[in-house]
């Protein structure tokens, strides 16, 4: 009973400990991001059809915003955003 205490102490304090690290993509990852994110407006922007998303947050032109929303998020949840966007300008006619 006390090894199964120990363990589940064990697990429990390893968890936390790794969380901060876990969830939050490194800086270089996320300066590549944000380039992209960028450049996926700039896309919007210049194509008539894709102009109305250029009033999402998602096709902001603004690199920090970008930067920092990806520091707070898991890399696969910054991979789907950018797929998102991508999938968004393939809607509106960029090819």
Known sequence: MRLLHFVTITVAAAIVIAAPG?????????????????????????????????????FSPDWRSHYEWCLNAHHHEADEERERRHEALERCGYR
């Not at 991001?33 to 102009?51: D, F, G, K, P, T």
């Open 22 to 58: 876990a969830r939050a993509a490194d800086p270089d990852f996320c300066r590549d991001y944000a380039r992209s994110a960028v450049e996926q407006a700039h896309r919007a922007e210049h194509i008539r059809s894709c102009a109305y998303l250029i009033d999402s947050p998602r």
